[in-house]
């Protein structure tokens, strides 16, 4: 990745400059250019950093802080300059350093001198967290961070007026040289006709380059010598008005003055307006802010025509754009300040930006989104610039009108933190209801998922505000954003506020509150286990989306309908939403290729394809080198889930545990439950009884009520440990609860993997016949559904053909499986729960043993030999031999050592 900017001229000269700075970035990792404006440290730091890149540095970044006002965004600004998005509820620099402490990156700092705090403070973090992360600042001062180098820039290499005799000898320097070549680009036939003259300019600009190119500039209409005249004057004239100050920062000023004075009025004026610009500017922009007076709209074409052709501004003909050097800013804006223009200038600027994010606005939701962010994002730092006169000029609505408009494209960029900094600043100040609400709603929209209780109190505020205004706009906007929070905080409460929200967006117009409303209505039935109405809820929210031209929305709700159509078994359509999100991620910013990856990946494990393990590494690295914390341990997550199902156990369990104890550390308990009931479930494979008791523990922790969804994987966990245990009458008691619990839900996957698990422990109980009607009943289910049965499955139903075949019942089972296959699901579960709490004795397990078996395996467990036992007894040596050969069977051991551990593992004594 190279996000280096490219300019229209050449790079001349620097060389020995190239090669010190170059062997200050090998011996350090932090090398700042110092001098002054204009002198070319950008260049000459932009030239060291791509002669840099190469197999040993992964990225190259370029971080302008020139447009920047707030050293708050400055780590924001290294975050989006990386291509990293912000994470809701995390520090940028957190973010940053996270992404980066692995990688070998070069990060150049440019015009860092206004915010040298903030660069300083993030560079030496970023130092300490990120030892392969060089970092090349560009600055008038040092930044003072231990271990920092610093490389003076001065000016270009001047004539040497010992070689003034030989034919070339003044262009021949490195001053000469850009002075000749920005001078033909003025004009195409110029030469040196005056070497003396050319060298005696070079020497009294002291090889500065901004004010070597604002004097070449001339050239298209002044000989050498006339260039040189002129400046001689004006440096008398510098001379005797100033004292003090550095010699280079004098000689600039005066060249800039210079050529300032040189322009007719109505360019000076255009210049000098110009500076209100932080981020360039586009000509209908010039037109709408600097249009006035002696300057019409009609002359800017030809005035920032004539001010390039000067070089006193830089064009960028592939973006339409303009801008002024950093530099030339400064002066100017100085200029315009001394005027007391500054101010209706910037009333003008705050005009013109907030009517083109006004309109604008409506297309960051649309198809034509991408095209909306393309037409904003060049002039974030004029939109901030907008948003800070406002609340600086006490004009707090224009600015919370501005920041409505502007509340999306905030959204779509990821700037949470600074899009909530803003609406809290305008909170604390006096504002009209209306505006207010607006603020409300995007400072709830901000937080929802860093900080939902502050977002929850946003939005009760914003359904306050609509109550008292007796609108329904408003409301239905506060109770969208409560339902959102409410949906995973609080279901049953979050399904009635999204019914009400989806009622008034509907009758207010609001189509994409409609859409969000229903989408949030969605995932509260999914949680409440309703996954039919959360389906058909999320799908007419995409259809409303689709006939709105709501994209935005559109790839919300499919997430809903994605997750609803895996909760109700319809794996065709989750893997058809899944590559639906896909084709809509070329039309979307951000997360959405990573949840059409993920999805689909999860599709593909479901149905034992063997594609999902290429879909989760994909979505796996998006959501890496978007820097999202969350999603990447939630993908991590699956990964570990989809190495279990394929009986790669043990990496499986330290993939799905790394995963999981990321997620359990940023707060998402939701999506730990199941995770911790897998874990649970594999330490039972190792062995480890207490291992999973603590990973049950802490699953059950999280659940308020057993008898929501939630705790349908923890009941199957629990019969898991129960077998394990020998309980077996208690095993099946919970596989049934399981069942019951999922077919109630409408919960078909997990319907049908407790359906398979009762007919397990009913197997164990010694109901050959049932069980093998009950797994036919799974199988039929499976084969409906494509639903792939996992490794852990398929283990635990060979374990019962094994003990089928041990009995001699292999061709009854076979035929009572055959006829289960002719059950529908309602048909098996009933037939599943008629038998909870009437089954007999277990055949196989702890519960199959006599008192007199439990007796002699427990006296095992004290590592007493069979004469011992028997003596203890009082029974004959071969009657304990007897009892030990019908344990080993009934337990499925292999020997005393075996039995020992087992018996270990139940804590049971012998006194049993």
Not at 81 to 99: C, F, H, R, S
Not at 146 to 172: H, M, N, T
Not at 684 to 713: K, M, N
Request: a negative charge.
């Amino acid at each position: 990745m190279e996000r280096l900017p490219s300019h229209l001229t050449s790079f001349i000269g620097r060389t020995s400059a190239i090669e010190l700075v170059r062997e200050g970035l090998t011996e350090h990792r932090l090398v700042t250019l110092v001098g002054p404006g204009g002198c070319g440290k950008t260049r000459l730091a932009i030239e060291v950093a791509r002669r840099a890149a190469g197999p040993g540095i992964d990225a190259l970044a370029f971080v302008d802080f020139s447009g920047l006002a707030d050293p708050a965004l400055v780590a924001g600004a290294v975050t989006r300059a990386v291509g990293i998005k912000e994470v809701p509820g995390q520090d940028p620099l957190e973010t940053l350093a996270a992404q980066l402490s692995k990688r070998e990156v070069l990060l150049l700092l440019d015009n860092c001198e206004h915010l040298l705090d903030a660069s300083a403070d993030l560079a030496g973090a970023l130092a300490r967290l990120c030892p392969r992360v060089r970092f090349l600042a560009t600055s008038r001062e040092r930044l003072g961070v231990p271990g920092e180098a610093v490389v003076v820039v001065g000016g270009l290499e001047l004539p040497e007026r010992g070689q003034k005799r030989k034919d070339g000898w003044a262009e021949r320097s490195e001053a000469g040289r850009l002075f000749v070549d920005r001078a033909r680009m003025a004009r195409a036939d110029f030469f040196v006709d005056d070497p003396i003259a050319l060298a005696a300019i070079c020497e009294r600009l002291d090889g500065i380059p901004l004010a070597l190119e604002l004097a070449a500039a001339r050239a298209a209409v002044m000989s050498v010598s006339a260039i040189q005249e002129a400046l001689s004057d004006c440096f008398r004239l510098l001379v005797g008005n100033e004292r003090g100050g550095i010699a280079r920062q004098k000689t600039l000023q005066a060249s800039m003055e210079w050529s300032c004075g040189l322009l007719a009025p109505k360019e000076r004026c255009l210049l000098h307006r110009l500076s209100v610009f932080s981020s360039g500017f586009t000509l209908e922009a010039a037109r709408a802010v600097c249009a006035g007076g002696a300057v019409e709209p009609t002359d800017i074409l030809d005035l920032v025509t004539s001010l390039v052709n000067k070089s006193l501004v830089q064009a960028n003909p592939a973006q339409d754009r303009f801008r002024l050097h950093e530099t030339m800013r400064a002066y100017a804006g100085g200029a315009l300040e001394a005027g007391a223009e500054t101010g209706a200038l910037r009333d003008r600027h705050l005009g013109y930006f907030s009517a083109l994010a006004k309109i604008i606005e409506p297309k960051t939701w649309t198809r034509e989104l991408m095209g909306a962010l393309a037409s904003l994002s060049p002039d974030l730092d004029n939109l901030r610039s907008a948003l800070d006169w406002g609340v600086e000029s006490g004009q707090f609505e224009a600015a919370a009108a501005l920041l409505s408009s502007l509340g999306n494209f905030f959204d779509l960029i990821g700037t949470y933190s600074e899009g909530l900094d803003r609406c809290q600043q305008l909170l604390a100040v006096s504002l009209g209801p209306l505006y207010r609400a607006e603020a409300l709603y995007w400072a709830s929209a901000y937080t929802r998922a860093s900080d939902p209780a502050a977002s929850m109190s946003f939005a009760s505020e914003l359904i306050q505000v609509g109550r008292l205004l007796g609108s329904d706009k408003i409301l239905a906007r506060g109770l969208c954003r409560a339902a959102f929070i409410q949906a995973f905080a609080q279901p049953d409460e979050g399904q009635k506020i999204a019914a009400e929200a989806v009622r008034l967006a509907q009758a207010t117009g609001q189509y994409n509150m409609l859409v969000k409303s229903l989408q949030f209505e969605s995932w509260a039935c999914s949680w409440l286990g309703h996954p039919e109405e959360a389906f058909a809820l999320a799908e007419k929210a995409v259809n409303i989306a689709q006939e709105s031209d709501l994209l935005w929305d559109e790839g919300w709700a499919r997430q809903a309908l994605f997750q609803a159509a895996i909760r109700t078994g319809r794996l065709e359509r989750s893997l058809a939403e899944a590559r639906a999100g896909l084709r809509l991620s070329a039309e979307l910013p951000g997360l959405f290729a990573y949840f059409g990856e993920l999805h689909s990946g999860v599709a593909y494990m479901f149905m034992g394809d063997a594609r999902a393990s290429g879909a989760l590494a994909r979505a796996r690295r998006q959501t890496e080198d978007l820097g999202h914390e969350v999603h990447s341990a939630e993908v991590q997550c699956c990964q570990g889930q989809l190495l279990v199902s394929l009986g790669q156990y043990d990496e499986g369990y330290d993939v799905l545990e790394a995963g999981t104890t990321r997620l359990e550390a940023v707060g998402w308990s939701r999506l730990i439950l199941e995770n911790r009931a897998v874990l649970a479930e594999l330490a039972l494979r190792r062995g480890d009884l207490e291992l999973s008791r603590f990973h049950l523990e802490l699953a059950s922790s999280h659940v308020t009520d057993r008898g929501l969804p939630d705790a349908i994987p923890i009941l199957r966990a629990e019969a898991r440990l129960a077998r394990a245990e020998g309980e077996l009458r208690r095993s099946n008691a919970l596989a049934c609860d399981g069942l019951a619990a999922a077919f109630a839900s409408g919960l078909l996957i997990w319907a049908i993997e407790l359906l398979e698990l009762v007919a397990v422990t009913v197997a164990d109980l010694g109901h050959f016949a049932e069980g093998a009607r009950l797994l036919g009943a799974a199988d039929h289910q499976r084969q409906l559904t494509k639903y792939a049965r996992s490794a852990l499955a398929r283990d635990e139903v060979t374990r019962v053909l094994i003990n089928v075949e041990q009995v001699g019942e292999k061709k009854l089972f076979d035929q009572a499986r055959h006829e289960g296959r002719g059950q529908s699901l309602e048909q098996a579960v009933g037939y599943a729960l008629r038998g909870r709490g009437r089954r007999g004795r277990a055949v196989v397990g702890w519960e199959s043993l006599t008192p007199s078996e439990r007796r002699v395996a427990c006296l095992v467990g004290d590592h007493l030999s069979n004469a011992e036992i028997a003596e203890r007894l009082f029974v004959s040596p071969s009657t304990v031999k007897s009892h030990l050969n019908r344990v080993f069977v009934k337990l499925g051991v292999h020997g005393r050592g075996q039995l020992a551990t087992f018996v270990h593992r139940r804590g049971d004594q012998h006194t049993d």
